[in-house]
């Protein structure tokens, strides 16, 4: 008997049908994943039958063999609590703020009425899911954590209570390439010793492809392909599966031809940066040592590392919303003083792009204000010209003017981070400064975001500074990749030289795994 499984299963919000008779079935240890584009369904059809998502059903959802669709309110929250775990994809959002990841954890594994567990066992919890300072980082709050290490705590948190079903959507999109197939390798392992089953939604290729059972595609809430994942990913039968494997960039696509660069922009000298850990007469962690590059004009340029290798950090740092130990930075020749002290004209002149575009828009606001709200903060309109540039801003990203009126909770991740590209742009800034920009988002989306990106940067001579884990994509876009590790900068050159030829041992491991 399947473990959980879903019978001509339809799902309509507001009188509109979305996903449209989806069957599917998974064993005890077996691991199915959902692919398609942003807005398809896939979410829909994993939260929507355990009532995480308000909707009318029909069809059939059996979990253990039992019927959910009908159980009222208070016995499908214990069925949720007791037999089924969830990774979301936005772990800050999903992470209660001010509990930290002990206390977290704690909840977790209690949530189904088991024992309370002590320090050392949720240690071992953090353990398992390869997060170092494993006994430290029960004391930090989520978000002083990094992205990579804020998902694993999710999946550590959603894993506590021995869950039959565990439910993950995109449960590695913040994580780098070697740390992804660990985290995949992980949670196969799970199956199989505890013979959970595993319903993924992702877009990364190569993980489904080698680490999960069975494949479905959805378009546009209908399923276009399924069968075992290795077959239909090596060799697709639908015209949009083929799409989106092709999208996905790889080490071995040739070099794309990049604008030129300029001159000298931005001079980086070590920059270091230290956070004080929790706790009575705690020591400082140190999140990036003695860092120096320079940015030229035009340039992209990659920040490549692992979870935690001080990659956001740095970002946070030069665009003056963290904090600078020490270090100095020149832009355009002329010395940048830390956050706080930057001129509105210093701090319009470096912009940030953030990894969750829906949590870094406002959700009261319309897009338009949140796109309006750092020009009248750095003065650069007056109320009666702040209309016309945003109209202007959404146009050059490619959304139309209509798109001002609208609430993020109503875009597509492709929308709202095209949104967020657009608040960055409406102040003219010199440098974006890209965290993860794309890391959220799949495969189709995310090549027109770096297409428009591609296009931004020759059409208005912007550098970049690009934040990923994804070497790959760093070549598609970037005219240097910079390696770094444990906070240091290891090496950095030219894009086809570190992804064909790299010297340090950092950058080795992430050529072998992406």
Not at 210 to 225: F, S
Not at 231 to 258: F, G, N, Q
Not at 385 to 401: F, H, K, M
């Amino acid at each position: 008997m399947s473990v959980y499984a879903l019978d001509g299963v339809s799902v309509a919000i507001g009188g509109k049908t979305l996903v449209h008779d989806v069957s599917l079935s998974i064993a005890a240890g077996e691991r199915v994943a959902l692919i398609g584009e942003s807005g398809s369904g896939k979410s829909l059809t994993c939260l929507a039958p355990f009532g995480l998502t308000p909707a009318a059903l029909s069809g059939s959802a059996r979990l253990d063999g039992e019927e959910l669709f009908g159980l009222d309110p208070a016995a499908l929250r214990l069925r949720r609590a007791e037999k089924v775990g969830f990774v979301f994809q936005q772990p800050l959002t999903a992470l209660t703020p001010h509990l930290s990841v002990g206390q977290q954890l704690t909840e977790a594994a209690c949530q189904a009425g088991g024992p309370r567990p002590d320090r050392t066992q949720l240690a071992a919890m953090l353990e398992r899911v390869g997060l170092s300072r494993a006994a430290q980082q029960l004391d930090q709050f989520p978000h002083r954590l990094s992205g990579g290490e804020r998902q694993r705590v999710m999946i550590a948190a959603a894993i506590a209570h021995g869950p039959r079903l565990l439910i993950a959507d995109e449960p590695t999109s913040a994580l780098d390439a070697s740390l992804r197939q660990e985290i995949m390798a992980l949670l196969g392992a799970l199956c199989v010793e505890r013979g959970m089953a595993l319903l993924l939604v992702s877009h990364d290729i190569a993980s489904i492809e080698r680490h999960c059972d069975q494949l479905l595609v959805l378009k546009a809430g209908k399923v276009v392909e399924s069968g075992r994942a290795s077959s239909c990913m090596a060799k697709p039968a639908h015209e949009y599966t083929r799409r989106l494997v092709a999208a996905t960039p790889r080490l071995s696509d040739p070099a794309p031809s990049l604008p030129p660069v300029g001159g000298e922009l931005l001079k980086v000298d070590g920059l270091s940066v230290s956070f004080r850990s929790p706790g009575f007469r705690a020591k400082r962690l140190t999140a990036a040592q003695d860092i120096g590059f320079t940015l030229y004009r035009g340039e992209a340029l990659a920040l490549v590392g692992g979870s935690g290798s001080g990659k956001s950090t740095i970002g946070r740092a030069l665009a003056g919303i963290g904090p600078m130990d020490q270090g100095t930075l020149l832009l355009n020749d002329q010395p940048l003083p830390p956050r706080g002290r930057r001129t509105l004209a210093q701090r319009a002149a470096i912009q940030p792009v953030f990894q969750d575009p829906v949590a870094s828009l406002d959700p009261h606001w319309t897009v338009g204000q949140s796109i309006a709200e750092p020009m009248r903060a750095l003065g650069l309109a007056m109320d009666r010209d702040v209309q016309e540039r945003v109209d202007g801003a959404l146009r050059t990203v490619g959304l139309d003017e209509s798109f001002a009126r609208r609430k993020p909770a109503t875009l597509s991740g492709g929308q709202a981070q095209r949104a967020a590209l657009a608040r960055a742009l409406s102040v003219g800034p010199d440098i974006l400064v890209l965290d993860e920009a794309t890391s959220a988002l799949d495969p189709l989306v995310a090549q027109d975001i770096v297409e428009e990106l591609r296009r931004l940067q020759l059409a208005n001579g912007q550098a970049l500074l690009f934040i990923t884990h994804d070497l790959a994509l760093a070549k598609s876009l970037c005219h240097r990749i910079a390696v770094l590790e444990v906070g240091r900068l290891v090496e950095i050159g030219p894009s086809d030289q570190i992804t064909s030829d790299p010297q340090s041992a950092a950058a080795q491991k992430l050529v072998a795994a992406s």
